[in-house]
């Protein structure tokens, strides 16, 4: 039986120095609940003479992966790179030299995760990736282990601190987005390029990572529907909260008899919904399964030591295995054929937000318009803004299918009583 585990790290920024913070801190408490001391062995750089606050021996840095896959000392490596190439490439080397991974790299497993853990099957190691969704919140480990004997048909909620906490500011202190984000910057929740997060991929690739746990298949990027945040219209927020609603970017992913839908975008969600009251970093996530039904994953989605949080969990349980010696012994094959369904398949209620000429006869005209593609409306209210010279109407509609919002938005574009389709949000939290 080994009587130490060492570590080898890849990275050192954000999360790799909390990962050290942590194991050197909680270094007694990982000793007593393993039996065996964790320590790091090695620690992958780009400069090994960059000054660092770190307890580490400066003598563990190196700028060599070669050193330390090649090194028989080391029993696991943990990436916290970030990136794709070079991440993906160390990972795989890893697995291929017998070495178990740990990884926060929610980039490489959305693009990757199948592919990786097969490799990892094969050569007998462990692929542990909790980090890469949710930060803090043990979202990887519930689906495989805590929920593992129920079958998940929906996951839904917010998955990406930076919009939330966008979001959050712009409702309950008036910010502009502009200076939401730049707050959002200045505490190191947004990258300086903030694409990833506002244009809702990087919620994108946490939803394919879940739903292809969650439904045990193999969904893809290109799967996932996504609409970012910038088309949130001035006034939007405002007029959600007239109606009762709040609007959240939030992922979801559903799995029925006709078959699979993820999305990301900003929906409204009920104020009565617990999703609405979710504020800045945090995430919230709501997973429903037909035995356990509904329940909710809430915590820090963001920052250093919450996302190191995860990453140790993980390693404590592939050291675990390492003790134990049943490292490698779970198959990760799907169960079943990624089957997405088409738009007419997918339902919800829509909010409808049009601009139209203040004229005898446009109400009409445009509940015509909703009439002739099979959907009814809940509530229709003439609104006193004004934009573009014409006057806002609210529509929204009972239960109908995204063809059916897509070809009404399309003849509205179309109508000459509509100067302008102002904006538009899926109902969710709501069914008809």
Not at 213 to 226: H, I, K, P, Q
Not at 304 to 315: E, Y
Request: net charge negative; proline share 3%; hydrophobic share 40%.
């Amino acid at each position: 039986m080994k009587n130490e585990i060492n570590i080898g790290l890849l990275g050192f920024g954000v999360v790799g120095s909390g990962v050290a913070k942590i194991l050197h801190e909680h270094r007694d408490d990982l000793s007593h609940k393993l039996g065996v001391p964790v320590k790091i062995n090695k620690v992958l750089v780009k400069d090994v003479n960059k000054k660092r606050n770190t307890d580490l021996s400066a003598d563990i840095f190196t700028t060599d992966l070669d050193e330390i896959i090649a090194d028989p000392t080391i029993d696991l490596i943990v990436e916290v790179i970030g990136g794709t190439s070079e991440a993906k490439q160390a990972i795989e080397r890893s697995l291929r030299s017998g070495k178990g991974v740990v990884t926060a790299n929610k980039d490489v497993m959305a693009q990757s995760g199948l592919e990786l853990l097969q490799l990892a099957d094969e050569n007998r190691c462990d692929l542990f990736y909790e980090a890469s969704v949710g930060g803090g919140i043990p979202l990887i480990r519930t689906l495989e282990d805590g929920l593992a004997s129920d079958r998940i048909h929906a996951i839904t909620g917010i998955v990406n601190g930076t919009t939330n906490f966008i979001l959050t500011k712009m409702k309950h202190e008036k910010k502009t987005y502009e200076e939401a984000l730049q707050e959002a910057t200045e505490l190191g929740f947004a990258e300086a390029d903030p694409s990833a997060d506002v244009d809702g991929i990087d919620a994108a690739r946490k939803m394919v990572i879940l739903a292809s746990l969650a439904f045990s298949t193999d969904v893809r990027m290109e799967d996932v529907f996504v609409r970012g945040m910038k088309e949130i219209r001035k006034g939007d927020l405002e007029l959600a909260d007239q109606f009762g609603y709040t609007i959240k970017m939030a992922g979801s992913a559903k799995k029925d008899e006709a078959g699979i839908e993820v999305a990301v975008e900003p929906v409204f969600v009920p104020n009565s919904h617990p999703l609405a009251s979710v504020n800045n970093e945090f995430n919230a996530v709501y997973v429903y399964g037909d035995a356990v039904g509904e329940t909710m994953f809430y915590g820090p989605g963001a920052g250093s030591l919450p996302t190191a949080t995860s990453v140790t969990g993980d390693i404590v349980a592939a050291c675990r295995n390492l003790l134990l010696g049943v490292n490698g012994k779970r198959l990760h094959a799907p169960q079943f054929k990624c089957k997405i369904k088409s738009d007419s398949q997918k339902y919800a209620r829509y909010f409808h937000r049009i601009s139209v000429k203040d004229e005898v006869g446009v109400l009409t005209r445009l509940s015509a318009v909703y009439s002739n593609h099979g959907a009814s409306l809940a509530t229709v209210i003439q609104h006193a803004d004004r934009n573009n010279g014409g006057v806002d109407l609210i529509m929204i509609t009972h239960e109908i299918s995204r063809q059916q919002h897509l070809d009404i938005m399309n003849e509205l574009q179309n109508t000459p009583e509509v100067i302008e389709v102002l904006s538009f949000y899926r109902v969710e939290g709501e069914t008809r």
